[in-house]
């Protein structure tokens, strides 16, 4: 079992950064591939950025201000991001998968964090 808390989130201007973190639980976080999920108003939810042992992923819209990395020795995931526009206003999720690779398929992943909500206001 794992359990995944976000935190970091918060009321920002637009093109200005926030930094998500996600504290995990649990014994064999390294072997995780770990990403980041949003869901904006009245949107569903939609994969960010993933990273594992195969590599860092990004989804297109947020490509070149975002950054995703993981420290295993603290059992932590983090978001860096930067440039943040109107649009990116979400809740964001992190969650862990077993699935090899870089998964971005939401059915991939196993465990889920409760969100932190994201408002960049213009």
């Known amino acids: 079992q794992v359990q995944l808390v976000e935190s970091g989130g918060g009321l920002v201007q637009a093109g200005g950064s926030l930094r998500l973190s996600c504290a995990a639980s649990g014994r064999t976080f390294s072997s995780f591939a770990m990403g980041w999920f949003r869901q904006a108003p009245g949107k569903e939810r939609e994969f960010v950025a993933v990273i594992s042992w195969s590599g860092t992923y990004y989804a297109d819209p947020v490509k070149g201000r975002f950054t995703i990395s993981r420290d295993n020795a603290k059992n932590a995931v983090y978001l860096q991001m930067n440039s943040l526009k109107p649009e990116d206003t979400a809740v964001y999720y992190c969650?862990?998968?077993?699935?090899?690779?870089?998964?971005?398929?939401?059915?991939?992943?196993?465990?889920w964090g409760q969100g932190t909500q994201v408002t960049v206001s213009s």
């Open positions: 969650a862990a998968a077993r699935a090899l690779g870089a998964p971005r398929r939401q059915d991939m992943y196993d465990y």
